[in-house]
């Protein structure tokens, strides 16, 4: 067991390398840079070559590029994200509350997900090609297609025309005052959650099928209800965890994915800062903002292979 | 087929397969209705987007300063929307974008990632381990941030937006793939076809590949409903398709929503328009991943 | 009986007379302000955007400033230099500079303080740079013989030195400090502005209070103010719906100005005005066909400028019809006279029909088929773009958009990749020499991305820049427009920007110019209860 985490952790190496060099390479690729975003776009009649050139050497980017990638990748070796190049602030201080509100709404669109998508997709599976089956079943496609922004504005509106309210436009984080920031998170949450409770019901309900297929649950079936309902319970045990695995998977999607609902919700979190950063040709922050997403998404992925791993042993052999 | 040479044997089992997909065709509309909802609306929409010229009522570039902004009524079904052009004719238009972009980047996503996929289940061992690690690196990348990335490299527009949607799919579809060519490499007749040394190009194209089409087909469908979303959001904050074209997602950007409280219909129109079209393609697609998934069938 | 009249007499006459107590400006209060972005720095002599201004142009003073109730934001106006004049060749300006001004660390300024200033502006020592040096390029030398004059030497007279002078940026410093470290402005604040530093929170808020030996007497009347770093503007529109900030100092769209007014009624005024910030379209002279003055008038003549301005303004920000000056200030050509020149005619069809024929003699096929390039911002480039585009298809001419993500923009376009593509110019004064310099030859101005070189029209402009009486200016400004806008049609001016300043009724003292970077100090601002 120890080897094969060893394994794991060993192979995501190369893919975060991987990443690094691609983003690097991309944001350079790219035309314009920081110090054009900055002095050319307030449409003034002046601009000053000498001024610009000397903002470059000040932020570093007239070195090779090969030394500007060393020298990124040895402060994060050291932890050392670096300033932003667009405001000079350590980026960490930047990233920090927009991460708390990302996480916090991308756990809320989680959990609702759960809640809606677990008891849907078993009861699509116990009444298959019901009514109810249907039901569900548009209804989860219904969450698949609707662009999650749209929902938001939809949402909106409703709030506005209907309730004549108006989400609170200031973020205040969970700890400081909880009312006011659940009236600011719930909505974008609902509205993301309707999305990816469609992936988990859909899942949970072919897992479901799947397993109610088997001999011994279909001889139960035949001899009654009562039976039915203990075996349905052991049914589920079984079919929970390719559901959960799905689930977390897209947990791990969320973080980076958020990115128009909270340019529909005003919402300054991870999204937000990400179109920021490249429309300012922030290098320094675009990149740590991608390495933050891929590792987190390569970490969740480990774990959910380690909890495989764990419950199916022949997987460590592979 | 005992006695058979391996070649002839694949040429049996293919044609043995034809008359199974027709009857499978009339089958399916009998006995997944939700499947065939979808299809009909898939149908409706290449209709429209093929006939538009004819069905739609306005030219979806003409604007009318007159009558901007203007509610529903007899001349304008559905509106018009800041520049005074009917809504209704560029939903009509907008099937045009939207098929063209989610075909074309499905399309590609699935074609290159298929082959990524066989090829790097059919050599295994070390060009196997080196695909899968590139594929990693595409996957952890969010799937926006790589098409905001492609954008803002290549420029806007429906070319590159189909560039930029196809990008993040090809490693996904590479991955489901690869798992099934996994299987198809142990087949009897793969062996058969190196043993008699068919050159590796050969066999993935004409070997391994039709036996992976179904997860591909089932993978296509899916990725269509995704790729017209995916549009709909560059669009909308502005990267894919621009004015004055008439597209789903680039309907819903500014005046719409600045508007939203007292001209609904600008917001409403275009969102139903999309979301109907992805809930064709993925009830479509549902349905046909049941019929072809031989361990869910009810029978 | 009559005691009873009288005091009804008496008590009337009170009430009637109350509003004219109201006049007088209150002391007190804190002024809540949204800004769209944050600086970069502190340091006014490097930096262009009103991100710098909002925030922190309170904490300095300027040498001159405009007159803060002038609409039209042109009027040069007293401020650390209490009067000046000018030499009878135009070439020397000297400037009496106040006494009692002092540094908020205590310090006194004299005029040795304003050269040091104006020093790193015009001539920056290397290594410092300065953003609108090229403004100065006519200054020889700045002298201070004594505490309290400043002297200018000019190289030749100018039409507009003073207009520079007047410039929001030019933060005057300490000269001490500046002589130690000049890097120390970009990171600090310490002037002699109407307000004190008292912090910025990055990516929240800067905040400023009475600086209570500010050399203006009875000002300022605020207590303090606080601006509020809101990149959204739907959260800034919010904010002033919410009655949770008085006044966001750039602009809003017309559909917040009525939502607020709906909103809030009564507690909401708004001040409007014509915006020193233009969206023009370049066209590329060394690309076919539009090297043919021909084709490049037709393109003008095809855009209904009026009824562009009717429909537009109740979508964009966008409303006045305008040559090369913003409408309503001193050189701006009269709407009688503006209308003869091509593309600003008042019969649309009869400018259509021009604009066909004009295409027809330079062999421009029917359905010509070209690409305009525009800018990734929504407002209102993108508006300007359908609507320009729907114009040219009215003549027959098939333009294709291409939009170019914001940052990377103007690397295309200096390169010369385009055909057509829109342009923009945004001003802190109302100038013809700052708004005009842009269509001079490219080979004397990189930043004209049409590519042309036109000596007469050089020539034009240099006569008008150094012409000081205003009249015989005024009709040099119009030969250059015309020529630019008309005979030659170089670039296409499409409609002016439109300044809405919607804010609470309780902020008095401010008038609304033509520019967003004026009148940010707040010194006259007062609020009443």
Same mark, same amino acid.
């Given at each position: 067991?120890?080897?094969?985490?060893?394994?794991?952790?060993?192979?995501?190496?190369?893919?975060?390398?991987?990443?690094?060099?691609?983003?690097?390479?991309?944001?350079?690729?790219?035309?314009?840079?920081?110090?054009?975003?900055?002095?050319?776009?307030?449409?003034?009649?002046?601009?000053?070559?000498?001024?610009?050139?000397?903002?470059?050497?000040?932020?570093?980017?007239?070195?090779?590029?090969?030394?500007?990638?060393?020298?990124?990748?040895?402060?994060?070796?050291?932890?050392?994200?670096?300033?932003?190049?667009?405001?000079?602030?350590?980026?960490?201080?930047?990233?920090?509350?927009?991460?708390?509100?990302?996480?916090?709404?991308?756990?809320?669109?989680?959990?609702?997900?759960?809640?809606?998508?677990?008891?849907?997709?078993?009861?699509?599976?116990?009444?298959?090609?019901?009514?109810?089956? &249907?039901?569900?079943?548009?209804?989860?496609?219904?969450?698949?297609?609707?662009?999650?922004?749209?929902?938001?504005?939809?949402?909106?509106?409703?709030?506005?025309?209907?309730?004549?309210?108006?989400?609170?436009?200031?973020?205040?984080?969970?700890?400081?005052?909880?009312?006011?920031?659940?009236?600011?998170?719930?909505?974008?949450?609902?509205?993301?959650?309707?999305?990816?409770?469609?992936?988990?019901?859909?899942?949970?309900?072919?897992?479901?099928?799947?397993?109610?297929?088997?001999?011994?649950?279909?001889?139960?079936?035949?001899?009654?209800?009562?039976?039915?309902?203990?075996?349905?319970?052991?049914?589920?045990?079984?079919?929970?965890?390719?559901?959960?695995?799905?689930?977390?998977?897209?947990?791990?999607?969320?973080?980076?994915?958020?990115?128009?609902?909270?340019?529909?919700?005003?919402?300054?979190?991870?999204?937000?800062?990400?179109?920021?950063?490249?429309?300012?040709?922030?290098?320094?922050?675009?990149?740590?903002?991608?390495?933050?997403?891929?590792?987190?998404?390569?970490?969740?992925?480990?774990?959910?292979?380690?909890?495989?791993?764990?419950?199916?042993?022949?997987?460590?052999?592979? | 087929?005992?006695?058979?040479?391996?070649?002839?044997?694949?040429? +049996?089992?293919?044609?043995?397969?034809?008359?199974?997909?027709?009857?499978?065709?009339?089958?399916?509309?009998?006995?997944?209705?939700?499947? *065939?909802?979808?299809?009909?609306?898939?149908?409706?929409?290449?209709?429209?987007?093929?006939?538009?010229?004819?069905?739609?009522?306005?030219?979806?570039?003409?604007?009318?300063?007159?009558?901007?902004?203007?509610?529903?009524?007899?001349?304008?079904?559905?509106?018009?929307?800041?520049?005074?052009?009917?809504?209704?004719?560029?939903?009509?238009?907008?099937?045009?974008?939207?098929?063209?972009?989610?075909?074309?980047?499905?399309?590609?996503?699935?074609?290159?990632?298929?082959?990524?996929?066989?090829?790097?289940?059919?050599?295994?061992?070390?060009?196997?381990?080196?695909?899968?690690?590139?594929?990693?690196?595409?996957?952890?990348?969010?799937?926006?941030?790589?098409?905001?990335?492609?954008?803002?490299?290549?420029?806007?527009?429906?070319?590159?937006?189909?560039?930029?949607?196809?990008?993040?799919?090809?490693?996904?579809?590479?991955?489901?793939?690869?798992?099934?060519?996994?299987?198809?490499?142990?087949?009897? #007749?793969?062996?058969?076809?190196?043993?008699?040394?068919?050159?590796?190009?050969?066999?993935?194209?004409?070997?391994?590949?039709?036996?992976?089409? $179904?997860?591909?087909?089932?993978?296509?469908?899916?990725?269509?409903?995704?790729?017209?979303?995916?549009? @709909?959001?560059?669009?909308?904050?502005?990267?894919?398709?621009?004015?004055?074209?008439?597209?789903?997602?680039?309907?819903?950007?500014?005046?719409?929503?600045?508007?939203?409280?007292?001209?609904?219909?600008?917001?409403?129109?275009?969102?139903?328009?999309?979301?109907?079209?992805?809930?064709?393609?993925?009830?479509?697609?549902?349905?046909?991943?049941?019929?072809?998934?031989?361990?869910?069938?009810?029978? | 009986?009559?005691?009873?009249?009288?005091?009804?007499?008496?008590?009337? @006459?009170?009430?009637?007379?109350?509003?004219?107590?109201?006049?007088?400006?209150?002391?007190?209060? +804190?002024?809540?302000?949204?800004?769209?972005?944050?600086?970069?720095?502190?340091?006014?002599?490097?930096?262009?955007?009103?991100?710098?201004?909002?925030?922190?142009?309170?904490? &300095?003073?300027?040498?001159?400033?405009?007159?803060?109730?002038?609409?039209?934001?042109?009027?040069? #106006?007293? !401020?650390?230099? +209490?009067?000046?004049?000018?030499?009878?060749?135009?070439?020397?300006?000297?400037?009496?500079?106040?006494?009692?001004?002092?540094?908020?660390?205590?310090?006194?300024?004299?005029?040795?303080?304003?050269?040091?200033?104006?020093?790193?502006?015009?001539?920056?020592?290397?290594?410092?740079?300065?953003?609108?040096?090229?403004?100065?390029?006519?200054?020889?030398?700045?002298?201070?013989?004594?505490?309290?004059?400043?002297?200018?030497?000019?190289?030749?007279?100018?039409?507009?030195?003073?207009?520079?002078?007047?410039?929001? #940026?030019?933060?005057?410093?300490?000269?001490?400090?500046?002589?130690?470290?000049?890097?120390?402005?970009?990171?600090?604040?310490?002037?002699?502005?109407?307000?004190?530093?008292?912090?910025?929170?990055?990516?929240?808020?800067?905040?400023?209070?009475?600086?209570?030996?500010?050399?203006?007497?009875?000002?300022?009347?605020?207590?303090?103010?606080?601006?509020?770093?809101? !990149?959204?503007?739907?959260?800034?529109?919010?904010?002033?719906?919410?009655?949770?900030?008085?006044?966001?100092?750039?602009?809003?769209?017309?559909?917040?100005?009525?939502?607020?007014?709906? *909103?809030?009624?009564?507690?909401?005024?708004?001040?409007?005005?014509?915006?020193?910030?233009?969206?023009?379209?370049?066209?590329?002279?060394?690309?076919?066909?539009?090297?043919?003055?021909?084709?490049?008038?037709?393109?003008?003549?095809?855009?209904?400028?009026?009824?562009?301005?009717?429909?537009?303004?109740?979508?964009?920000?966008?409303?006045?019809?305008?040559?090369?000056?913003?409408?309503?200030?001193?050189?701006?050509?009269?709407?009688?006279?503006?209308?003869?020149? $091509?593309?600003?005619?008042?019969?649309?069809?009869?400018?259509?029909?021009?604009?066909?024929?004009?295409?027809?003699?330079?062999?421009?096929?029917?359905?010509?088929?070209?690409?305009?390039?525009?800018?990734?911002?929504?407002?209102?480039? +993108?508006?300007?773009?359908?609507?320009?585009?729907?114009?040219?298809?009215?003549?027959?001419?098939?333009?294709?958009?291409?939009?170019?993500?914001?940052?990377?923009?103007?690397?295309?376009?200096?390169?010369?990749?385009?055909?057509?593509?829109?342009?923009?110019?945004?001003?802190?004064?109302?100038?013809?020499?700052?708004?005009? #310099?842009?269509?001079?030859?490219?080979?004397?101005?990189?930043?004209?991305?049409?590519? &042309?070189?036109?000596?007469?029209?050089?020539?034009?402009?240099?006569?008008?820049?150094?012409?000081?009486?205003?009249?015989?200016?005024?009709?040099?400004?119009?030969?250059?427009?015309?020529?630019?806008?008309?005979?030659?049609?170089?670039?296409?001016?499409?409609?002016?920007?439109?300044?809405?300043?919607?804010?609470?009724?309780?902020?008095?003292?401010?008038?609304?110019?033509?520019?967003?970077?004026?009148?940010?100090?707040?010194?006259?601002?007062?609020?009443?209860?």
């Amino acid at each position: 067991m120890g080897i094969y985490i060893l394994k794991r952790l060993l192979a995501m190496i190369p893919t975060l390398l991987g990443v690094a060099v691609l983003i690097f390479v991309l944001l350079r690729v790219v035309p314009g840079d920081v110090v054009e975003a900055r002095f050319l776009t307030q449409g003034s009649q002046f601009q000053s070559q000498e001024l610009m050139d000397i903002e470059r050497k000040k932020l570093g980017l007239d070195q090779p590029l090969w030394k500007q990638f060393t020298t990124w990748m040895g402060g994060v070796l050291r932890l050392d994200f670096g300033l932003s190049m667009w405001t000079g602030s350590p980026i960490t201080q930047e990233i920090k509350l927009r991460f708390a509100l990302s996480l916090q709404l991308a756990l809320m669109a989680s959990l609702i997900a759960q809640l809606l998508a677990i008891p849907l997709g078993i009861l699509a599976a116990l009444k298959q090609d019901t009514w109810v089956d &249907y039901v569900i079943r548009v209804f989860s496609i219904a969450g698949l297609a609707t662009p999650s922004f749209w929902l938001g504005i939809l949402m909106i509106l409703t709030m506005l025309i209907v309730f004549k309210w108006v989400p609170p436009m200031v973020f205040t984080p969970l700890w400081v005052d909880p009312w006011q920031n659940l009236q600011q998170l719930i909505w974008p949450a609902l509205a993301v959650g309707y999305r990816y409770s469609a992936v988990g019901t859909r899942m949970m309900r072919s897992a479901m099928l799947e397993v109610l297929r088997e001999d011994y649950i279909r001889t139960a079936r035949a001899k009654g209800l009562w039976l039915k309902l203990i075996l349905a319970r052991h049914a589920l045990k079984n079919a929970i965890l390719p559901v959960l695995t799905v689930m977390s998977l897209e947990f791990a999607f969320l973080l980076g994915g958020l990115v128009v609902t909270e340019q529909v919700f005003n919402l300054n979190g991870l999204g937000m800062l990400f179109v920021e950063a490249i429309a300012h040709r922030d290098y320094t922050l675009t990149q740590a903002l991608v390495m933050l997403v891929a590792t987190f998404f390569l970490f969740v992925n480990f774990f959910v292979d380690i909890a495989y791993a764990w419950i199916d042993p022949r997987i460590r052999y592979r | 087929m005992p006695g058979s040479t391996p070649a002839s044997a694949t040429v +049996e089992l293919a044609r043995a397969e034809r008359p199974r997909w027709l009857a499978a065709v009339g089958d399916f509309v009998r006995r997944r209705p939700l499947g *065939a909802i979808g299809a009909a609306i898939i149908l409706v929409m290449v209709v429209l987007a093929a006939t538009a010229g004819w069905i739609a009522p306005y030219d979806p570039l003409e604007t009318d300063y007159a009558a901007m902004i203007a509610a529903p009524n007899a001349a304008h079904w559905l509106g018009t929307d800041a520049f005074g052009r009917d809504v209704l004719s560029r939903i009509i238009y907008g099937s045009r974008t939207a098929l063209l972009v989610g075909l074309g980047a499905a399309t590609l996503g699935a074609t290159f990632g298929s082959l990524i996929g066989v090829a790097s289940a059919y050599f295994g061992g070390r060009v196997d381990l080196i695909v899968q690690r590139i594929m990693d690196v595409f996957f952890a990348f969010p799937v926006i941030i790589l098409a905001l990335a492609v954008v803002a490299v290549l420029g806007t527009g429906a070319g590159n937006v189909i560039l930029a949607i196809a990008t993040p799919m090809v490693p996904r579809c590479a991955r489901v793939v690869r798992s099934s060519a996994l299987a198809v490499r142990e087949m009897p #007749y793969v062996d058969a076809a190196r043993a008699s040394g068919f050159r590796h190009g050969r066999i993935i194209l004409r070997h391994m590949l039709p036996n992976v089409m $179904a997860p591909i087909l089932i993978m296509a469908t899916a990725f269509l409903g995704e790729a017209i979303l995916l549009e @709909a959001s560059l669009s909308f904050l502005g990267l894919g398709v621009q004015e004055p074209t008439a597209a789903w997602g680039l309907m819903l950007r500014g005046a719409a929503v600045e508007f939203a409280e007292t001209a609904p219909w600008m917001a409403i129109f275009p969102g139903l328009a999309i979301s109907l079209a992805v809930f064709g393609f993925n009830l479509f697609g549902d349905s046909l991943r049941d019929a072809l998934d031989p361990r869910l069938r009810t029978q | 009986m009559k005691d009873v009249r009288r005091l009804l007499a008496l008590v009337f @006459a009170s009430l009637v007379t109350l509003p004219l107590y109201a006049q007088t400006p209150r002391n007190g209060g +804190e002024l809540v302000f949204p800004v769209p972005s944050e600086p970069p720095s502190y340091d006014g002599h490097r930096e262009e955007t009103f991100g710098l201004i909002h925030p922190i142009a309170p904490f &300095y003073n300027t040498l001159l400033r405009v007159d803060p109730n002038d609409k039209s934001g042109t009027k040069a #106006y007293p !401020s650390i230099a +209490e009067s000046w004049t000018e030499s009878a060749d135009g070439k020397t300006y000297t400037f009496k500079i106040r006494r009692g001004v002092k540094f908020h660390d205590g310090s006194d300024l004299t005029a040795r303080d304003v050269k040091a200033s104006y020093d790193k502006i015009i001539f920056p020592p290397p290594g410092v740079g300065s953003t609108r040096k090229g403004q100065y390029a006519d200054v020889e030398k700045v002298e201070a013989p004594d505490a309290a004059t400043v002297v200018f030497r000019l190289k030749e007279k100018s039409g507009s030195f003073i207009a520079s002078l007047l410039s929001p #940026y030019n933060f005057i410093y300490k000269a001490d400090i500046l002589a130690k470290d000049p890097h120390w402005y970009e990171k600090n604040i310490m002037g002699t502005g109407p307000f004190t530093f008292v912090e910025h929170v990055k990516g929240s808020h800067v905040v400023g209070k009475k600086n209570p030996n500010y050399w203006d007497k009875g000002k300022p009347h605020l207590d303090s103010f606080r601006a509020i770093f809101m !990149s959204s503007s739907s959260a800034q529109v919010a904010a002033v719906r919410g009655e949770r900030a008085h006044i966001q100092f750039r602009g809003f769209t017309p559909k917040d100005r009525d939502t607020l007014k709906e *909103a809030l009624g009564n507690k909401i005024t708004v001040q409007e005005s014509p915006w020193d910030c233009i969206l023009l379209v370049a066209i590329n002279h060394e690309k076919k066909p539009f090297d043919d003055k021909r084709v490049r008038r037709a393109l003008t003549l095809a855009l209904d400028r009026h009824t562009g301005s009717k429909a537009l303004s109740q979508i964009a920000i966008v409303k006045e019809v305008a040559g090369v000056q913003v409408p309503g200030t001193p050189f701006a050509t009269p709407p009688e006279e503006l209308n003869k020149l $091509a593309g600003y005619w008042t019969d649309a069809e009869k400018s259509r029909a021009e604009a066909r024929k004009l295409l027809k003699e330079a062999g421009v096929p029917e359905g010509f088929q070209f690409t305009f390039k525009n800018r990734g911002i929504p407002m209102p480039y +993108e508006p300007l773009g359908v609507w320009m585009i729907d114009q040219w298809r009215r003549v027959g001419l098939n333009v294709k958009q291409e939009v170019i993500e914001a940052a990377a923009y103007f690397g295309v376009i200096r390169k010369g990749d385009f055909e057509a593509a829109m342009d923009f110019q945004c001003g802190y004064i109302v100038e013809p020499d700052l708004d005009m #310099y842009k269509f001079t030859s490219t080979s004397r101005n990189p930043a004209n991305y049409g590519r &042309y070189s036109d000596p007469v029209l050089d020539k034009l402009y240099d006569e008008q820049s150094r012409e000081t009486n205003v009249e015989k200016r005024k009709q040099l400004v119009r030969q250059f427009e015309k020529r630019v806008l008309d005979e030659e049609a170089h670039y296409l001016m499409t409609l002016q920007w439109h300044r809405i300043i919607p804010h609470s009724s309780k902020l008095h003292g401010w008038t609304v110019t033509p520019s967003h970077y004026l009148n940010n100090t707040l010194d006259t601002v007062w609020l009443s209860e």
